[in-house]
């Protein structure tokens, strides 16, 4: 604690509501297995790209190196989509990539959806489906190369100074066995994101043991995809019962309202700040009206 000459001398403002919207981008899931870092991850963190790269500005950065892009997601592909498109305005450089990801060999890695009404994100799917099969077409001056089913377990310099190359460890998913390491230049490590639960550790909110987000918001949705496309533009806009938390008058919106799913639109979290601005509205006109009954 901070000695008392130190301590603030005005208590904080209280709230009688509070709307966290702070969005799970901030905290990035780890490389390593069921949640946890790497081995040495930790120590060379500041080697590790956590988000989409612009690599078009940071072109020097990829150009004639290798690259590992870790994940599977739509942030992964569309960090592949980037490389390749990098590739091509540069036909006198070269360019290596390793794409890891823990999915199944004999699985595509990207569900593709029937007449999708987003034609950029089948396009994706299609792309990273092609890549995993050998069969895009890619241009002459990149190499890339998929790799499924296996998990970083060490993270650890090639050798010494700032700009060391970078070995990564890899273990079969399902065996849990080492099989082999590469190594490469740079990391791009697009494997998630979760919420940060600082601000409400010690206040009283259910959380879905799944996705860590709020429980009743994350039955809904949970319960919404087991019947669904999965696409998340099918899924129904849940009630605003759901976002009601057994803390009360405290209200977890937005992209954080989902946890660590990447289901969630911008458009879910404007609905949701009206149904929760009509709730504060419903309930001060109820205890108006019953003040005025008295």
Not at 74 to 99: E, G, K, M, N
Not at 143 to 159: F, L
Request: charged content about 20%; hydrophobic content about 40%.
């Amino acid at each position: 604690p901070l000695p008392r000459s130190l301590r603030p001398s005005v208590r904080p403002p209280g709230f009688d509501v509070v709307l966290d919207c702070s969005g799970s981008y901030a905290l990035y899931n780890w490389l390593g297995a069921g949640g946890t870092p790497a081995v040495g991850e930790r120590s060379l963190a500041g080697r590790i790209e956590r988000y989409v790269p612009d690599v078009a500005k940071m072109s020097n950065r990829y150009l004639n190196r290798d690259v590992a892009v870790v994940g599977c997601g739509f942030s992964a592909i569309t960090a592949l989509r980037a490389l390749v498109d990098l590739a091509a305005d540069s036909p006198q450089a070269s360019l290596r990539v390793r794409w890891l990801t823990r999915r199944p060999a004999d699985a595509a890695p990207y569900r593709r959806i029937p007449g999708d009404s987003l034609p950029q994100r089948d396009a994706l799917s299609r792309l990273g489906n092609e890549i995993a099969a050998g069969a895009a077409e890619l241009p002459a001056n990149l190499d890339v190369r998929y790799t499924p089913g296996v998990e970083v377990s060490r993270v650890q310099a090639a050798g010494a100074g700032e700009g060391a190359r970078i070995t990564l460890t890899l273990t079969g998913r399902e065996s849990g066995e080492e099989s082999g390491s590469i190594e490469v230049d740079e990391v791009i490590s697009l494997t998630g994101y979760r919420p940060d639960r600082t601000l409400y550790d010690e206040l009283h909110v259910h959380e879905c043991f799944a996705t860590q987000g709020p429980m009743r918001l994350a039955a809904s949705l949970m319960a919404a995809a087991g019947g669904s496309s999965g696409d998340c533009l099918a899924l129904p806009a849940p009630g605003p019962a759901t976002l009601v938390n057994p803390e009360a008058n405290f209200f977890i919106l937005g992209a954080k309202s989902h946890g660590r799913s990447s289901s969630f639109l911008i458009g879910n979290g404007i609905e949701q700040v009206s149904q929760v601005l009509q709730m504060l509205d419903d309930a001060e006109a109820a205890r108006t009206g019953e003040a005025a009954k008295k």
